[in-house]
């Protein structure tokens, strides 16, 4: 029999150092992340500091820099009210939880983005609020604040409605997680936010600011690759050949050539490493087309 040991915790970066630590060469399968620590501590700074960005990962809809949002799969509202309904009918029920899975948003998805977010299970007994967390897969240096922040948040809910516990318990299990430099957590960059007239007005007055701007936004790692924007950008740039230099346009097409191959590798590996040297190249190429706008810029 295995006892499961809870380290006592009062600050919330310790979660985090520790997860970081662990993915810090590779990636890791069957990660535990098990905390006890006060009910203070989920109004404290490192709460304030992400709760914006967790407030919209469980909105429901989704806000629009989001290509899908964990409220989205659990029914936002509808789905916290129904915890906390269970938990004051029966503190130690075995039904208050948030569900986000169902094989039909996996049969056929390819490498569609979906939720690496399973499922969250609560109890309360005695004086201790328990949360467990089951994840598919999770990114510990951007995205992991946002999911504590979320546990936070979601036990926050509970406290006001149910007899507060004194003590939280988390348990966070992650069949991979990993530590990914620049990875944007599925949030849209601004190029593929836009419609492709927004794009060609810009294109045609050579904004080149906005056009960088646009670029520098790609540059994030993307767990779903969008390439729908620098194509669009590729398009324009085209249809006002006169406008840029040649450098420029090669090594915005080479970029979009490369974006796609990357989207194309995604299908068949979520390996990181296995992409990480065409990432490397896309990336080289990114900078290229950027520093060729700066050069025009400065009438060089």
Known sequence: MVTLEYRKIDRFDTIINDARQACTSRPVHNLLLAYEFSTELIHSQFVKLYEEKAREWQADPPPSNLIF?????????????????????????????????????????????????????????SDVLYITEYFRAIEVGSFLPINVTEAALLAKRILEAVRPPRI?????????????????????????????????????????????????????????????????????????????????????????????????????SSLESSIESRREEYLKLVDSAIAELRREQRGA
């Open 168 to 268: 939280i318990r988390l348990l966070i299990m992650a069949f991979n997680a990993h530590l990914t430099s620049s990875f944007h957590c599925l949030e849209k960059a601004g190029i593929d936010m836009l419609k492709g007239g927004e794009i060609g007005v810009a294109v045609a007055r050579k904004n080149s600011a906005l056009l960088i701007e646009w670029l520098e936004g790609k540059r994030l790692f993307e767990s779903e690759v969008a390439i729908h924007g620098l194509e669009e950008l590729l398009a324009a740039v085209k249809s006002c050949a006169d406008s840029y230099s040649q450098a420029f346009m090669s090594n915005l097409q080479q970029a979009f050539n490369m974006l796609s191959e990357i989207k194309q590798m995604r299908r068949s």
């Open 69 to 125: 949002s964990h409220g989205q799969y659990f029914h936002g509202e509808e789905g916290i009210r129904y915890v906390i309904r269970e938990l004051q009918a029966k503190s130690n029920s075995r039904r208050a939880l948030l569900s986000l899975t169902n094989m039909s948003n996996f049969i056929g998805s390819g490498d569609q983005a979906v939720p690496s977010f399973m499922i969250a299970q609560f109890a309360i007994e």
